[in-house]
Protein backbone atom coordinates (compact mmCIF):
# COMPACT_ATOMS: atom_id res chain seq x y z
CA UNK A 1 0.00 0.00 0.00
CA UNK A 2 1.20 3.29 -0.65
CA UNK A 3 1.94 6.27 1.54
CA UNK A 4 -1.51 8.63 1.99
CA UNK A 5 0.59 11.77 0.45
CA UNK A 6 0.75 9.27 -3.21
CA UNK A 7 -2.57 8.03 -2.86
CA UNK A 8 -3.57 11.77 -2.74
CA UNK A 9 -1.44 13.03 -5.65
CA UNK A 10 -3.04 10.03 -7.01
CA UNK A 11 -6.33 11.72 -6.33
CA UNK A 12 -5.17 15.11 -7.54
CA UNK A 13 -4.02 13.58 -10.56
CA UNK A 14 -7.71 11.99 -11.20
CA UNK A 15 -9.36 15.64 -10.97
CA UNK A 16 -6.75 16.90 -12.89
CA UNK A 17 -6.96 14.67 -15.72
CA UNK A 18 -11.02 14.77 -15.84
CA UNK A 19 -10.78 18.39 -15.57
CA UNK A 20 -8.37 18.78 -18.49
CA UNK A 21 -10.56 15.98 -20.41
CA UNK A 22 -13.90 18.86 -19.86
CA UNK A 23 -11.53 21.41 -20.78
CA UNK A 24 -11.14 20.18 -24.25
CA UNK A 25 -14.73 18.65 -24.85
CA UNK A 26 -15.37 22.81 -24.29
CA UNK A 27 -12.60 23.59 -26.71
CA UNK A 28 -14.21 21.23 -29.38
CA UNK A 29 -17.33 22.40 -29.30
CA UNK A 30 -16.05 26.13 -29.53
CA UNK A 31 -14.28 25.37 -32.56
CA UNK A 32 -17.18 23.89 -33.99
CA UNK A 33 -18.99 26.48 -33.55
CA UNK A 34 -16.03 28.86 -34.69
CA UNK A 35 -15.94 26.80 -37.87
CA UNK A 36 -12.87 25.34 -37.21
CA UNK A 37 -13.75 21.14 -37.56
CA UNK A 38 -9.89 20.37 -38.10
CA UNK A 39 -8.67 21.66 -34.93
CA UNK A 40 -11.59 21.04 -33.25
CA UNK A 41 -10.97 16.76 -34.37
CA UNK A 42 -7.48 17.48 -32.57
CA UNK A 43 -9.23 19.15 -29.32
CA UNK A 44 -11.48 15.78 -29.67
CA UNK A 45 -8.32 13.48 -29.61
CA UNK A 46 -6.69 15.60 -26.71
CA UNK A 47 -10.13 14.84 -24.92
CA UNK A 48 -9.21 11.22 -25.30
CA UNK A 49 -5.83 11.11 -24.29
CA UNK A 50 -6.82 12.74 -20.77
CA UNK A 51 -9.34 10.41 -20.19
CA UNK A 52 -7.31 7.76 -20.75
CA UNK A 53 -5.03 8.88 -18.30
CA UNK A 54 -7.77 9.55 -15.37
CA UNK A 55 -8.45 5.92 -16.12
CA UNK A 56 -4.67 4.86 -15.99
CA UNK A 57 -5.33 7.38 -12.60
CA UNK A 58 -8.82 5.13 -11.28
CA UNK A 59 -6.77 2.05 -11.65
CA UNK A 60 -3.61 2.94 -9.86
CA UNK A 61 -5.76 4.49 -7.07
CA UNK A 62 -8.11 1.52 -6.44
CA UNK A 63 -4.88 -1.20 -6.97
CA UNK A 64 -3.60 0.80 -4.33
CA UNK A 65 -6.70 -0.17 -2.31
CA UNK A 66 -7.96 3.49 -2.37
CA UNK A 67 -11.51 4.81 -3.30
CA UNK A 68 -11.29 6.98 -6.36
CA UNK A 69 -12.97 10.25 -6.45
CA UNK A 70 -14.04 11.58 -9.45
CA UNK A 71 -14.38 14.85 -9.33
CA UNK A 72 -13.15 18.14 -11.37
CA UNK A 73 -10.45 19.82 -9.83
CA UNK A 74 -11.39 23.31 -11.55
CA UNK A 75 -14.15 24.71 -13.86
CA UNK A 76 -13.69 24.54 -17.57
CA UNK A 77 -13.01 28.04 -18.68
CA UNK A 78 -14.49 28.73 -22.19
CA UNK A 79 -11.99 31.02 -24.93
CA UNK A 80 -12.58 33.80 -26.29
CA UNK A 81 -10.26 33.44 -28.93
CA UNK A 82 -7.77 31.06 -30.27
CA UNK A 83 -4.81 32.40 -28.79
CA UNK A 84 -6.95 32.50 -24.91
CA UNK A 85 -7.26 28.81 -25.52
CA UNK A 86 -3.88 27.81 -26.23
CA UNK A 87 -2.84 30.11 -22.91
CA UNK A 88 -5.41 28.06 -20.96
CA UNK A 89 -4.15 24.89 -22.19
CA UNK A 90 -0.32 25.45 -21.80
CA UNK A 91 -0.37 26.84 -18.09
CA UNK A 92 -2.88 23.93 -17.55
CA UNK A 93 0.06 21.40 -18.88
CA UNK A 94 2.91 23.41 -17.29
CA UNK A 95 0.87 23.16 -14.17
CA UNK A 96 -0.01 19.32 -14.50
CA UNK A 97 3.88 18.81 -15.56
CA UNK A 98 5.36 20.43 -12.56
CA UNK A 99 3.40 18.53 -10.27
CA UNK A 100 3.36 15.58 -11.99
CA UNK A 101 7.54 15.32 -11.48
CA UNK A 102 7.36 16.28 -7.67
CA UNK A 103 4.71 13.52 -7.59
CA UNK A 104 6.95 11.10 -9.03
CA UNK A 105 9.63 12.09 -6.63
CA UNK A 106 7.19 11.66 -3.79
CA UNK A 107 6.12 8.11 -4.83
CA UNK A 108 9.92 6.91 -5.42
CA UNK A 109 10.72 8.30 -1.54
CA UNK A 110 7.27 6.26 -0.78
CA UNK A 111 9.19 3.56 -2.52
CA UNK A 112 5.99 3.04 -4.88
CA UNK A 113 7.42 2.29 -8.13
CA UNK A 114 3.99 1.79 -10.13
CA UNK A 115 2.75 5.04 -9.19
CA UNK A 116 6.26 6.71 -9.87
CA UNK A 117 6.49 5.15 -13.06
CA UNK A 118 2.78 6.20 -13.90
CA UNK A 119 3.67 9.94 -13.03
CA UNK A 120 6.62 10.16 -15.38
CA UNK A 121 5.05 8.44 -18.26
CA UNK A 122 2.24 10.87 -18.09
CA UNK A 123 4.56 14.39 -17.28
CA UNK A 124 6.25 13.00 -20.76
CA UNK A 125 2.79 12.76 -22.33
CA UNK A 126 2.10 16.23 -21.29
CA UNK A 127 5.48 17.73 -22.53
CA UNK A 128 4.38 16.97 -25.98
CA UNK A 129 1.16 18.77 -25.32
CA UNK A 130 2.98 21.48 -24.10
CA UNK A 131 5.01 21.42 -27.25
CA UNK A 132 2.25 21.23 -29.41
CA UNK A 133 0.65 24.25 -27.79
CA UNK A 134 4.02 26.26 -27.62
CA UNK A 135 4.36 25.79 -31.81
CA UNK A 136 0.24 27.09 -32.26
CA UNK A 137 0.91 30.00 -30.54
CA UNK A 138 4.22 30.77 -32.18
CA UNK A 139 2.47 30.27 -35.01
CA UNK A 140 -0.35 32.24 -34.78
CA UNK A 141 2.23 35.19 -33.90
CA UNK A 142 4.13 34.82 -36.40
CA UNK A 143 1.27 34.06 -38.66
CA UNK A 144 -1.64 36.11 -38.02
CA UNK A 145 -5.01 35.08 -36.82
CA UNK A 146 -6.40 34.74 -40.61
CA UNK A 147 -3.52 32.84 -42.19
CA UNK A 148 -3.55 30.54 -39.14
CA UNK A 149 -6.92 30.04 -39.15
CA UNK A 150 -7.03 29.57 -42.89
CA UNK A 151 -4.78 25.62 -42.27
CA UNK A 152 -7.94 24.40 -39.54
CA UNK A 153 -10.80 25.28 -42.02
CA UNK A 154 -12.79 23.07 -44.15
CA UNK A 155 -14.11 23.73 -47.57
CA UNK A 156 -17.61 22.82 -48.27
Excluded at 84 to 102: G, P, R, V
Excluded at 131 to 149: H, K, N, V, Y
Aim: aromatic share 8%.
Amino acid sequence: MAHTTTVQNLQRALSMELTATHQYQLHACVLDEWGLEILASKMREEMQEELGHSERFMVRCLFLNADPKVALEKQPVRATSLKHMFEIDLADEKEAIEFYTSASFQANEDRDIGSRQLFEQIALDEEEHMSWLELQLDLLDRMGEPAFIAKYVTVS
